[in-house]
């Protein structure tokens, strides 16, 4: 685990190895999350980076009753 620091302009430098490993680019966006006293940063992802996501499922369900009842 890779420590960073918070400079005076509340600002913090993401690891080279982190950036690396996550392949973040400059000028990325993320959500900021606060969970049970930490700080989560999530990566916003386009829209167009899940074109073909689920290409090649093909996975057959059936509904039950009352999945059709009103």
Partial sequence: MEAVT???KYQIVIPQAVREK?????GQK???LTYD????L?????IES????LKGVNVPFERE???REL
């Fill in 50 to 53: 899940f074109r073909g996501i």
């Fill in 65 to 67: 009753k009352k999945d």
């Fill in 30 to 32: 993320f959500q900021v």
């Fill in 6 to 8: 918070l400079s005076p």
């Fill in 22 to 26: 996550l392949q973040l680019k400059a």
């Fill in 42 to 46: 999530v990566p916003v992802m386009p």
């Fill in 37 to 40: 006293g930490r700080i989560e």
